[in-house]
């Protein structure tokens, strides 16, 4: 069985960093739950210091204190997938964006990973004393939207986003200490560490 942990992004990932993005644009595929990294590409070390600004920021309406996570697979060390996790919503992420942004990086797709990489981000809120998270995604993304129903989230929401994405949006509610109980005894096993 596979084995899976979160790393807080350093300066001796930059290179697989940077090959995880671009491995996005390869695919032509959306990039989300990177905390920007796609805009610090030539600026890697800009982006560990946004991190850490993201982190100790108070919360605004214009921005919110964040934590971003490597999915690392632990067989070969790689990174799988990322995630962004806001730790406070202002009122435009309550409407669109909610508390977590994800991904896998395209050629892993397909195995389960994200069930993974949100229990882990599940487990992040707990600490930080999230009882319930607001996630969205598109209505044509159902692998974004099957992975919070699989982790009990709740669809509360459906509408047509005229600002953001130009699509139909599905908006999602997950009990954070109910999803974590009822899905420990799939995924407590994958994890390898948790050094949140």
Not at 43 to 59: C, F, H, S, T, V
Not at 108 to 129: A, M, P, S
Not at 176 to 195: A, R, T
Request: hydrophobic share 35%; charged share 30%.
């Amino acid at each position: 069985m596979e084995k899976f942990y979160y790393e807080i992004p350093s300066i001796n990932r930059k290179e697989e960093a940077i090959a995880y993005i671009k491995e996005f644009y390869e695919f032509k595929s959306d990039i989300h739950g990177t905390g920007g990294l796609q805009r610090f590409l030539d600026n890697y070390e800009g982006w560990l210091d946004k991190l850490q600004e993201d982190y100790k920021r108070i919360a605004n309406e214009e921005k919110v204190p964040a934590r971003t996570y490597f999915l690392i697979r632990s067989s070969d060390n790689r990174i799988i997938g990322m995630i962004n996790i806001r730790l406070a919503l202002n009122e435009k992420l309550k409407k669109f964006g909610g508390h977590i942004g994800y991904s896998i990086r395209p050629t892993e797709r397909g195995k389960g990973y994200n069930k993974i990489n949100l229990y882990l981000g599940l487990k992040v809120c707990q600490e930080y004393k999230i009882d319930k998270v607001l996630m969205d995604a598109d209505k044509d993304n159902p692998a974004s939207w099957k992975t919070m129903e699989a982790l009990g989230g709740v669809n509360v929401r459906e509408f047509f986003d005229e600002e953001n994405s130009h699509c139909i949006v599905k908006d999602y509610e997950i009990n954070v200490n109910e999803s974590i109980k009822n899905n420990s005894n799939i995924y407590e096993q994958m994890i390898e560490q948790l050094d949140l």
